[in-house]
């Protein structure tokens, strides 16, 4: 084998000290390859995947921080070091939404009922001091609803209300076509035949009552909830009068685990708020539901309430974010970085940055007011995403729909050019569905795109954004990541199939692994299934790729092991001791296989032909052509036993004709010979911990390259020209 293709290296300490030190002091050794492929590159134009300029498409995320996260962060040393991966534009994430939370992106600002500081707040766009934290404001309409995530706690929680932006005051349509409901799960399938609704102003007169005839949770919006709501036979209500009488549903009780109230006219009777406020006064409110049963004598007996796990759950349509100053969560954790300070401190890079505001539990003029804000300070924003993770809160596409129009026009009038978006889907490698509508219509975004369209209103969605977190943390194995190719371009097929049209960009606004920590994450088949994650991605013709979180966070504990969810070994104080395996993915990616701060890149179809008994793929291909004329492939080994050597071939079909690297040929690789992630508890951290290796080879025809097992390569040069 020619000395220019020894690409496997021997790894003892002394050697990783070397490495460390310097690249050219790392000793280089041969190791096998298992198997020779061919690795063919089609350089045609007209057959060209993608463009994209790297600064503005391929970034990382802010998150939620404690005040004293905050302040730890947002250091010189900590942001240089969170910038050295080489991301470039900054998605910010809205937590507080996450959480079932108002937030207020500046304390300065007025509440609709300023004797009592209460009701809806809408921040001021004066140009005071910088602000540097952001409070989040529990939200004491929620009352017994709850979601999937733990929702920000108040003092003042009381009754749940429906949100007034979705009655026809607001969205100038009848209430019937934006029904509201409140769904109680039992747990367990139990008898029932008969409810008491305590109703609160304003109540509905017009109701129906039903139960959950299905083989799945009726309320797993991801997966699809597979069955019906059947009406009880006595539970629509025409005339309702408010109160709290107990209501038969049926003679002999039905079995069932989930009940919905579905309402669709409101009394319009004021709460207990300031009744000048028409938004005090629209919608549905209700303080308690209570399910059992009622004999003939008309005795209502109750189910018997359970506590912990099996306590009866309550997920509502939506919420009323009315709440007051005494709701503000003052405490060190689930708070979000200032504006000024995001903005001001460096992390941005200088780009645009993705900015969020709150929909579901805002409100328009709050929205419209904070990016008046921003621009006022002259800070840039790509793109604006409007609300977080409605599917996650069950936030029907119509109303979700409904709001979106509301914020748009709010925004656009602020300004006209800014680029708005949604929906910022929870992770899903499939459709997210729901119950059907009046035409049998299932599909979460297909639902949503087609009110749009009705409306007269689809120009207003400037990109469709979602998170990507593919993999169940419990259940990951290595060949279970020779998966993520398909899983990334499939799910942006299926968002085409929806509806979503070819000119609308697709962007990951938040992705990792899997939704919650994992061993995986941080051993070396985090960082291979990052490669294939950003290669597959701008394949399938994605827009923008935002990898999660950019700031530090300590090594945890999961189901497969400990990890961190960064880029960094840290401890809680955000003390950085070492670097993660995406670290290092990222490092390949962004500084070795694209060029940042140099323009567009195109992007080509690549393959290998190396692959397993099974058929699997063992080494993935991406190639891009950069601004600076080379021809950068990205090379994913992901066989944990073997090195493999390839050929690489360039075709262009219109000449027919074959060629291939020539002259200097920049090769660079990391993996499981520089990097291994050592599971130590509290104490985890990699040895070796090595940056990539890089060298020079001579291109030509018959160069043979070698892929270390487990590893990502960087091949870069010339092509020969015929």
Not at 352 to 371: E, H
Not at 445 to 451: I, K, T
Not at 593 to 606: D, K, L
Request: aromatic share 10%.
């Amino acid at each position: 084998m020619r000395a220019q293709n020894l690409f496997t290296v021997c790894w003892n300490d002394a050697m990783r000290k070397a490495a460390l030190a310097t690249v050219a002091a790392a000793a280089l050794c041969v190791t096998a390859p298992a198997q020779t492929g061919t690795v063919r590159v089609d350089t045609t134009p007209a057959h060209a995947l993608n463009s994209f300029n790297p600064d503005t498409a391929m970034g990382s995320s802010l998150d939620v921080l404690s005040k004293s996260g905050i302040d730890k962060v947002f250091t010189p040393h900590i942001i240089q070091e969170a910038l050295s991966a080489g991301w470039g534009t900054i998605t910010y994430r809205n937590n507080t939404e996450l959480r079932m939370a108002a937030w207020h992106w500046t304390e300065n600002g007025t509440w609709s009922d300023p004797a009592h500081k209460n009701g809806y707040f809408t921040g001021s766009t004066e140009l005071k001091e910088p602000t540097r934290y952001i409070l989040s404001y529990g939200l004491p309409h929620r009352g017994f609803a709850t979601s999937g995530d733990a929702p920000v706690s108040t003092p003042n929680l009381s009754y749940w209300k429906s949100n007034p932006y979705l009655t026809s005051k607001f969205t100038n349509e009848s209430d019937a076509l934006h029904p509201q409901w409140v769904v109680v799960d039992l747990k367990t399938a139990s008898p029932v035949n008969a409810i008491r609704i305590a109703w609160q102003n304003p109540y509905a007169t017009n109701y129906r009552v039903e139960y959950w005839a299905g083989t799945n949770d009726a309320l797993d919006f991801d997966s699809g909830p597979k069955g019906d709501w059947k009406p009880f036979p006595m539970g629509e209500v025409k005339t309702g009068k408010g109160g709290g009488d107990a209501l038969k549903l049926m003679d002999a009780p039905v079995s069932t685990r989930f009940v919905r109230v579905l309402m669709t006219s409101s009394s319009n009777t004021c709460d207990e708020h300031d009744a000048k406020d028409i938004r005090n006064c629209v919608g549905y409110a209700i303080r308690e539901i209570h399910l059992g049963t009622m004999d003939a004598s008309g005795a209502f007996t109750e189910l018997q309430r359970q506590t912990g796990a099996r306590a009866f759950t309550y997920t509502a349509s939506s919420i009323d974010p009315w709440h007051s100053e005494g709701d503000a969560n003052k405490g060190g954790g689930g708070q979000h970085t200032g504006f000024d300070l995001f903005y001001t401190s460096g992390l941005t890079n200088n780009l645009p940055a993705m900015i969020p505001v709150t929909m579901l539990y805002g409100t328009p003029d709050d929205a419209a007011a904070q990016i008046a804000y921003i621009e006022k300070r002259g800070y840039p924003i790509s793109y604006i995403e409007l609300g977080e993770e409605p599917d996650g809160k069950h936030a029907m596409p119509e109303d979700y729909a409904a709001l979106y129009l509301q914020w748009a026009t709010a925004i656009h009038k602020v300004d006209p050019k800014l680029k708005l978006g949604g929906p910022v889907f929870e992770g899903v490698n499939e459709d997210i569905t729901v119950w059907p509508d009046s035409k049998g219509r299932i599909s979460w975004m297909g639902r949503f795109v087609d009110y749009l369209k009705e409306h007269g209103r689809l120009a207003d969605l400037a990109f469709v954004s979602f998170e990507h977190y593919p993999y169940e943390r419990c259940d990951i194995g290595p060949k279970t990541l020779y998966t993520e190719p398909q899983l990334v371009k499939h799910i942006l097929e299926v968002w085409h199939k929806d509806g979503v049209p070819a000119n609308v960009p697709l962007m990951i606004d938040e992705d990792a692994l899997a939704n919650n920590l994992t061993g995986p994450m941080s051993t070396i088949a985090g960082g291979l299934w990052l490669a294939d994650n950003v290669g597959a991605f701008f394949e399938a013709g994605g827009a923008l790729f935002t990898h999660s979180p950019i700031q530090p966070q300590g090594v945890q504990n999961s189901c497969l092991g400990w990890a961190s969810w960064s880029n960094f070994v840290s401890n809680n104080d955000y003390d950085i001791k070492g670097y993660t395996s995406p670290y290092y993915a990222a490092h390949m990616i962004n500084l070795e296989w694209v060029q940042h701060r140099s323009g567009t890149h195109t992007m080509f179809p690549s393959s290998s032909d190396v692959k397993d008994a099974e058929g699997n793929t063992l080494v993935t291909t991406y190639t891009v052509h950069r601004p600076d004329g080379q021809w950068s492939i990205m090379l994913v080994n992901r066989d944990a036993d073997h090195p493999h050597t390839v050929h690489v071939v360039f075709n262009d079909g219109k000449s027919k004709k074959d060629t291939s690297f020539t002259g200097p040929v920049t090769t660079v690789s990391w993996g499981s010979e520089q990097y291994v992630w050592i599971n130590d508890g509290p104490n985890s951290h990699p040895d070796p911990d090595g940056p990539p290796v890089g060298t020079t080879v001579i291109g030509s025809a018959t160069t043979e390259y070698t892929l270390p097992k487990s590893s990502i390569t960087v091949l870069r040069g010339s092509i020969a020209t015929r």
